[in-house]
């Protein structure tokens, strides 16, 4: 039986040959394609993207990611007051930052999957964002390769332990890069 290469981390999944994050297929779902430009935010069944944003304007690009459908319903962003840090309520699910010229925040929401994400995944993926932030590589996330070897690389990661996952994320990135 051939091995296969991993080709989702959480939200973040190989569609149809690039790297989406959100569900395309479901009804009216929103998902953001990233792309060696910048990201594009679009709608199932419309041809145009909604929005697009090129890597250079971002300041600061982070990403959140609810693990269960219910946590973004009315009752999980209530149940989020007992889980600090959690990503829960409407935007649960969403990418968030800082444009520059003029500095503004931005963001945009996607779809969930059916799917449970798991615990470890939204970890390493709010952690390779994070990472990618810190350095100025946010760019990577526009290579198809680069980021389906990092992914590769995180996908076996199932720890709730949050320290741990960002050491295997800034680990993977050194190697890489190099």
């Known amino acids: 039986m051939p091995l296969t290469t991993p080709q989702q981390l959480g939200p973040l999944e190989l569609t149809e040959g690039q790297w989406v994050i959100g569900d395309p297929t479901r009804k009216e779902g929103l998902y953001v394609v ?6 594009e935010q679009h709608r199932r069944g419309e041809a145009s993207p909604q929005e697009s944003v090129r890597w250079s304007q971002f300041v600061e690009l982070g ?6 459908n219910w ?10 007051a007992f889980a ?21 925040h931005w963001s945009v929401r996607y779809t969930h999957h059916e799917r449970s994400y798991t615990g470890g995944h939204v970890i390493v993926l709010k952690a390779l964002f994070d990472q990618l932030d810190e350095a100025k590589a946010l760019e990577r996330l526009g290579d198809p390769r680069w980021l ?18 960002t050491r295997l994320v800034e680990e993977t990135i050194r190697g890489l890069i190099a």
Do not use: N
């Open 34 to 39: 990233l792309t060696p430009e910048g990201l």
């Open 63 to 68: 990403v959140r990611a609810g693990c269960k």
């Open 71 to 80: 946590h973004l319903t009315r009752f999980g962003g209530l149940a989020g």
């Open 84 to 104: 600090p840090g959690a990503d829960m309520g409407r935007d649960g699910c969403s990418l968030q930052g800082i444009l520059r010229h003029p500095y503004e």
């Open 148 to 165: 389906g070897a990092a992914v590769a690389e995180l996908s076996p990661f199932t720890s709730w332990y949050a320290p741990k996952g």
